[in-house]
């Protein structure tokens, strides 16, 4: 079975301060892992994801995310937190063995406010 | 990129109707699409999973006969909730798996509240 944790229900971070948003999983395989991100009543945007390669993945509105398979964590980070970047973030993973199925499985959500 | 349209954005039924959500692929082709339902600040509970020309595969717990799925297109999926009742109010989204290499995307949900 897959599984995701995002350990803090909210995190609060100053503008212009750097800002991680913590993600650990748990597959059977390799992991496929993503990043979304929701704003009030829409849908999730893709942020990024992590499936082979380079540990460091760079995404959308510089954000980033290092894979760290010995930890098992996927943390989201970004250098420069910005009033805007406040949403829900979710970490997803999906587990890369063969015949594991298509299915996401996501953590429970991550609040970021970000004051000015 | 990939874009997956969702609607309606909001409906309100009344008990004991049925109501259907729409969720198509504009620019690709989506042989497998997932349907979500999310409470107020909680995770995406995965209901189902649809694939074009077959039966939808449900999860565990999630009424078969109260929310059908239909994905009779590469294209399209519908999620339908019937003889609504309030305690089926809540946020569904559905999403796809597009072109991109394991990419899913998503649509931007319907709220539905029944009254």
């Known amino acids: 079975a897959q599984s995701v944790a995002q350990p803090e229900d909210q995190v609060n971070v100053a503008e212009g301060n750097p800002l991680t948003v913590k993600c650990t999983y748990s597959v059977s395989g390799n992991p496929y892992l993503f990043w979304y991100v929701q704003y009030p009543n829409r849908g999730l945007q893709f942020l990024l994801k992590y499936i082979t390669g380079d540990n460091l993945v760079k995404g959308s509105y510089g954000f980033e995310a290092e894979f760290n398979k010995s930890q098992t964590s996927f943390h989201l980070k970004k250098p420069s937190a910005l009033v805007s970047d406040s949403a829900l973030y979710f970490c997803a993973v999906r587990d890369g063995l063969t015949g594991g199925g298509n299915k996401l499985t996501f953590g429970t959500g991550t609040q970021l406010k970000v004051e000015l | 990129g990939a874009v997956v349209s969702q609607h309606p954005s909001r409906v309100i039924c009344k008990s004991g109707t049925s109501v259907k959500i729409e969720c198509r692929s504009l620019d690709f082709q989506a042989t497998t699409m997932f349907w979500y339902r999310q409470f107020p600040k909680q995770s995406l509970m995965l209901m189902a999973t649809?694939?074009?020309?077959?039966?939808?595969?449900?999860e565990q717990g999630v009424e078969k006969d109260k929310f059908l799925i239909n994905h009779a297109s590469l294209t399209l999926s519908t999620l339908t909730v019937t003889s609504a009742h309030p305690e089926d109010s809540s946020f569904y989204i559905c999403s796809a798996r597009d072109n991109l290499v394991y990419g899913y995307t998503f649509g931007s949900g319907t709220r539905l509240t029944v009254v």
């Open positions: 649809s694939n074009e020309g077959s039966k939808a595969t449900y």
